[in-house]
């Protein structure tokens, strides 16, 4: 009988490095571990007295202490518990509850990185830095769908992927076209944030990447090695 051959894992570097040292989904249950990173996050970014906003966790690549932060309770709840100042434009949740406020940030925010005409998409607005604009129309106003209607707006459109999920299932392709994926969401040489794939027409991969690399993490860790 035959016996197959496993490839091994090697611990060499592919070259690739992460933008961010993001930690497992279950190390954060303890708030006093949510608070010591958080207080290295703002203490490197000289900052120490102010709450960072999502979108610059998730511009740093630290959406895990984003969805921390959530699950102790929101920004809000964690900020007073640290003794940290919300930022001026860390809007409260009502501030997006008037229709007209949220259509003016939101024409202003497409002005600045769109078409006048055109929704921005929910990963286009995140990449901006506009989640708290996201989160606003999916709490009060029906979601994206309702608000292009409403406003008249042209439906928005990430880039379209060229690669089906089956394509990316395969991890020969995936190491193949990491490269070009990194170049293509403007990081070359380090693994792209989930945000920067859905802005970049990498739809399928980041849903292959959650489905079937067991998400973000893993994925990172299994890319950083190369197989023998």
Same mark, same amino acid.
């Given at each position: ?39 290295a ?8 007295n102010?709450m960072p ?6 511009v ?22 640290l003794?940290?100042q919300?930022?001026?434009?860390h809007? *409260?949740?009502? =501030? $997006? ?5 949220m259509e003016? %940030?939101?024409? &202003?925010?497409? #002005?600045?990185? /769109?078409a006048?005409d ?11 830095g506009?989640?708290?604009?996201v989160?606003g ?16 707006l042209?439906p928005?459109?990430?880039?379209p992927?060229a690669? *089906?999920?089956? =394509? $990316? ?7 193949? %076209?990491?490269? &070009?994926?990194? #170049?293509?969401? /403007? ?29 973000m993490?893993e994925?990172?860790?299994?890319l ?5």
């Amino acid at each position: 009988m035959a016996v197959m051959q496993v490839r091994a894992l090697s611990t060499e570097p592919t070259g690739f490095t992460m933008q961010h040292n993001q930690a497992p989904h279950n190390v954060f249950q303890e708030f006093e571990t949510l608070e010591d990173e958080l207080r290295a996050f703002v203490a490197e970014r000289g900052t120490t007295n102010q709450m960072p906003k999502h979108s610059q966790l998730a511009v740093n690549g630290r959406s895990d202490l984003a969805t921390a932060i959530h699950r102790h309770g929101g920004s809000g709840v964690v900020a007073s518990r640290l003794g940290l100042q919300m930022s001026q434009d860390h809007l *409260p949740d009502h =501030y $997006w509850q008037d229709p007209d406020v949220m259509e003016r %940030e939101l024409r &202003a925010c497409i #002005e600045e990185h /769109g078409a006048a005409d055109t929704m921005l998409t929910w990963a286009q607005l995140v990449v901006c830095g506009r989640s708290d604009l996201v989160n606003g129309i999916k709490k009060y106003h029906g979601g994206i769908r309702a608000v292009t209607a409403a406003l008249g707006l042209k439906p928005g459109r990430n880039p379209p992927s060229a690669k *089906p999920r089956a =394509y $990316w299932r395969e991890w020969e392709n995936v190491e193949a %076209e990491m490269p &070009a994926v990194s #170049e293509a969401c /403007g990081v070359p040489g380090q693994i792209p944030l989930r945000s920067q794939l859905q802005a970049n027409g990498y739809t399928t991969l980041s849903s292959v990447i959650s489905d079937e690399y067991g998400g973000m993490h893993e994925f990172a860790k299994r890319l950083t090695c190369v197989t023998r």
